[in-house]
């Protein structure tokens, strides 16, 4: 898979789980979009999770805050 099919991947997790599609991109981040906060992240994560077959640890679920950090982390983490 790659970076691009995991960024339209993504992006539809943030759709379901923010509802600000036309907004989110590949350089969004929590700074940027309003409804990115501490409940959403957990959410986001946990979709992500099931989505791709991923775990996160607690210091990534803390340190990513934008998309391309998590298309990044997801594409090493199963697909390079």
């Known amino acids: 898979m790659d970076k691009q099919l995991i960024l339209k991947r993504t992006l539809d997790v943030f759709k379901s789980v923010i ?3 036309s907004d989110i991109n590949e350089n969004s981040s929590a700074d940027t979009i ?27 679920i803390i340190e990513i805050r934008d998309v391309k950090g998590i298309v990044d982390y997801i594409f090493s983490k199963n697909y390079s």
């Not at 409940?39 to 991923?54: A, D, M, P, R, Y």
């Open 19 to 21: 509802g600000e599609s």
């Open 34 to 60: 309003e409804k990115w906060d501490s409940l959403n992240h957990i959410v986001l994560i946990q979709e992500l999770e099931k989505s791709f077959g991923v775990k996160f640890d607690l210091f990534e």
